[in-house]
């Protein structure tokens, strides 16, 4: 018989985690999941609420539910099966990967490139992978997430790695932080400077022309993270760079996603010189230590990009949307942050009001998602209403009407 415990040791975690969800729920900041119950596309339908007009997906191009993209999944996953059960440098590597990174090189002009089973995992495999100790990392304060963390991960793992964080999109703070790094003793490798090409709550765009000048002068290596420009920005998609005017090599390395424009499924990747790629697959921990995309999303993603590729119409289809829907919300009365993206922040600063508007747009049928701390900071909330080219102009104008009805509720 077990004899009973002297002392009662109690967590504080249940408690603790219940004042945490109290909170949000007594201020108005919880998030709800919405389940829906078919494929995106230009609607959804949610479980509770049927079909709406979907304006919060990043599924910039329609490709998520394109007959061909779903398709090659189907054919993919009769073909290979679910997977190996396996990493890539044992067993896991199947000729749909290789065919799909030949098809992300391509697309870019770039030499080489590697997947993973999503952006953030791409993100953490780059910067610990490829930065030592004696470089500095050089990032923007609004970068994404997951290039955040793949940073202080890159510092803990290398510690004497040196990392810091320039105002946003200020060239000329940038230029300030690559002169401290300059002058800095410590700093005796390689300077990386980090970017977002597209940001993904303020839907403005970095100066890569401006960016790339001041790499070349100080020596520095330029990363961007182009995951919500991929698909939407310059003439033919390529990304952030094209928009302005810039070939992929122009970029030392990409980082992006096939979560957003390129079918919408998940996966990342990364694309530059055939170097680095070698290293990533000898030395990155999620390439060495984590499965391959599944098949079913390789096939699906590759098929993504050729439509992408022989139809660069989809992109003017967007771009014509996005100019349509910038000029009609302006009309509602509601600002937009200004850009040539497709994400348009409308700011709104309080967390449970733009939680609250979001859910007053289902009412009317339209689906827009309220961000609010800590996605973006304290008083920064915002509606994030984001295009796609699978919309039709009355879509927009429901859109733009709900906004109408939503402002003269609010008076
Ligand atoms: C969405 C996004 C990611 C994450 O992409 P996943 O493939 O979903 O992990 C990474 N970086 C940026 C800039 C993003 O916008």
Redesign the pocket.
Known sequence: MLTAMTTLHTSTFPSRTQTILDTLRDNGQMKRLQTIEGPMDRTVRLADRGEVLCFCS?NYLGLANHPEVVEAGVAGLRKYGAGTASVRFICGTFDCHTALEARIAEFYGCEAAYTFT??????EAIFPTLCEVGDIIISDEF?????IDGIRLAGVIKKGLLRTVYKHNDVAALRVKLEEARANPLVTGTTWVVT?????MEGDIADLPAMRALCDEFGAMLVV????GTGVMGKTGRGTHEHWGMPGTAIDYF??????ALGGG???YIVGSRKAIDLLIQRGRPTLFSNALPCTIACSAEKAIEVLMREPERVQRLRTNVAAAREGILGTGFTVLDSSTAICPVIVHDTAKAIAMSKRLLDFGVFVIGFGFPVVAEGHARLRIQISAAHTAADIAALCEALRRLKSEQG
Do not use: M, R
């Open positions: 990043n999503s952006c953030w995992n791409a993100n970068n994404h997430a997951s290039i977002d090409g597209v940001f993904s993270d182009d995951s919500h980082t992006g996603t096939l979560g957003k998940a996966g990342g």
